[in-house]
């Protein structure tokens, strides 16, 4: 049928691209860089050109892949090696020169982390595909390799789609994000994953990751509490309502936006209402979160144009960020994954100068509530807020905000969940033959600052958890002479040949033989 015959024009698309594919050195082609070595000498099937985008930024190269292994290579590091490549052997001066002009390209392309190289991996390394958004178009694909992941931004969704055929053909499994999110929603309702496993996995298949820092993975705030000196886990007024958008939290506030929405509504315009002019997840709130934490220092400091922002309004207490989310009209950021794992965020371990506020307060390691002694308490606590049956119970609403339902639409609406136009898929159509070069990269540029909303899901309500079982206390084994009970009958509990509930140390259920839990005089305590 249709797939059968998708295959096939995939497979002449591979073939057409390999016959064609530019191998004959120069710019794009490995075969320019690392010529006469015979692991290059096979076949590609894949050639195009592309964009390598990691958490600092975006890098321009070609990538390849043939049977054996795939390889990036970016532009800069190819043109370098082009340069050394028709230098002259005598020349050294020339070749001292070509190789400046690559350390400076790499440097210029990278920073801490940053791929400013050629970049080589196995075809066994890569674990599985996953498509992606890049500007919130359809264009990317993220490889998984072993413990980490690398991201592609191709030209257009045709060549993203060529390179998954090629990919298959080398035997790199692709995850559907349709049949992932049945299993992975099951798997959660039975309470096989944790509430923290359930939101990694649902960020992953919604297209957020660490690779991208406009599509860094959401988290929620759990808690409303953080100024008590203790805090009551099982005190439900401790925690925040899920069923809310952070933006709706503050009665006064909600008042203030819904006004405004409905002004809007009345208003002739172009641009389509909304409750939020800013987002609960963007680039500017993740490096507000991962300050003091390198690379995220660094990027920070190239935000803003070389120089930490002033200190009142960087990341200062828990409690007054959680003030500002909960009462400022432009500030309804959610969290990030790292207030669950990773207390080394919250210290300004680096000693870096962040400044002074005008109450004469420096800035260094974050102020925590007075119930955190420390920083790994404070995490501690928040994980187990986390996996609470208080927000095990109510989880499901928060999902029906951000990846669900109530994301788009009228129930978004309702909701009081309508951001900026442009944070949705869909808003633009960049292939339009109206869209002209500048206003195109105006319109990127909005995308990249307001943030994105997640691709949908879920578009029916998200079920709810599964009530956890009674809890039932373990077998527990005991010397012969003490006495053994239990609430369950014995007799379920073995199937000897002795006298059933016989406790006189031969065993439950049995004489001392193998028919009996525990046998040769252990007993078994049962305390249900």
């Known amino acids: 049928g249709g797939m059968a015959e998708a295959e096939v024009e995939g497979e002449a698309e591979i073939a057409a691209l390999t016959e064609g594919g530019r191998t004959e ?101 890569l674990k599985r595909m996953e498509r992606r958004r890049y500007l919130l178009v359809h264009c990317a694909l993220e490889l998984f390799v072993a413990a980490s992941a ?33 299993g992975l929603l099951e798997a959660w309702q039975r309470r096989d994953i944790c509430n923290f496993d359930y939101l990694m996995e649902l960020n992953t298949l919604a297209g957020r990751t660490y690779n991208d820092l406009n599509q860094y993975p959401i988290f929620p705030w759990v808690l409303r509490e953080y100024e008590q000196a203790s805090l009551n886990l099982n005190d439900p007024t401790v925690y925040r309502d899920l069923a809310r958008p952070m933006g ?26 909304f409750h939020y002019g800013s987002h609960y997840s963007s680039a500017g709130a993740v490096l507000f979160w991962l300050l003091r934490m390198e690379p995220f220092t660094s990027y920070a400091i190239e935000l803003q144009s070389g120089r930490f922002d002033h200190a009142d309004r960087l990341f200062y ?37 962040l400044g002074v506020r005008q109450d004469g307060k420096v800035v260094g390691d974050v102020l925590l509530p007075p119930w955190a002694r420390s920083a790994e308490e404070f995490v501690a606590l928040q994980r187990r807020a986390l996996e609470s049956e208080h927000v095990s119970a109510s989880l499901h609403l928060w999902v029906d905000l951000i990846f669900g339902h109530k994301q788009r639409g009228k129930a978004a609406e309702e909701a009081h969940n309508v951001f900026f136009y442009l944070t949705y898929e869909g808003a633009v159509d960049f292939e339009s033959p109206t869209l002209d070069e500048a206003e195109a990269l105006a319109l990127k540029t909005q995308i990249a600052c307001f943030g994105q909303t997640p691709p949908q899901l879920f578009t029916a309500p998200h079920p709810p958890r599964r009530a956890a079982l009674p809890f039932l206390r373990p077998v527990h084994w005991g010397p012969p002479g003490v006495q053994a009970f239990a609430r369950v ?17 031969s065993g439950v259920g049995g004489s001392g033989g193998s028919g009996g839990i525990g046998g040769s005089g252990a007993h078994a305590t049962a305390l249900a």
Request: charged share 20%; glycine share 12%; hydrophobic share 40%.
């Open 489 to 505: 009958p014995l007799k379920m509990m073995g199937g000897g040949r002795g006298r059933r509930g016989a406790t006189d140390g």
């Open 25 to 125: 050195g120069g710019l794009g082609s490995p075969r320019g860089s690392l010529e006469g070595d015979s692991a290059w000498e096979e076949q590609w099937f894949f050639n195009e050109p592309c964009e390598l985008v990691w958490r600092g930024g975006v890098v321009k190269g070609w990538l390849h892949l043939s049977a054996h292994s795939l390889f990036f290579e970016p532009e800069a590091a190819a043109a370098a090696t082009a340069a050394a490549t028709a230098t002259p052997r005598g020349d050294a001066a020339a070749a001292a020169a070509a190789a400046a002009v690559e350390s400076e390209a790499a440097q210029a392309q990278g920073g801490d982390g940053a791929p400013g190289g050629p970049q080589i991996w196995a075809v066994g390394e």
């Open 248 to 273: 709706a939290l503050n009665p006064a506030r909600l008042d203030q936006v819904t006004e405004r929405y409905q002004q809007m509504d009345t208003i002739d315009s172009e641009i389509p209402p």
């Open 317 to 353: 207490s828990i409690a007054e960020a959680w003030s500002s989310c909960n009462t400022s009209l432009a500030d309804v950021k959610e969290l990030v994954p790292e207030f669950f794992y990773l207390p080394t965020f919250l210290e300004n371990g680096g000693g870096f100068e």
């Open 150 to 182: 690398v991201f592609f931004n191709m030209s257009n969704r045709r060549s993203r789609d060529t390179l998954r055929r090629a990919l298959r053909r080398v035997g790199v499994p692709e995850r559907s994000w349709l049949a992932g999110r049945a």
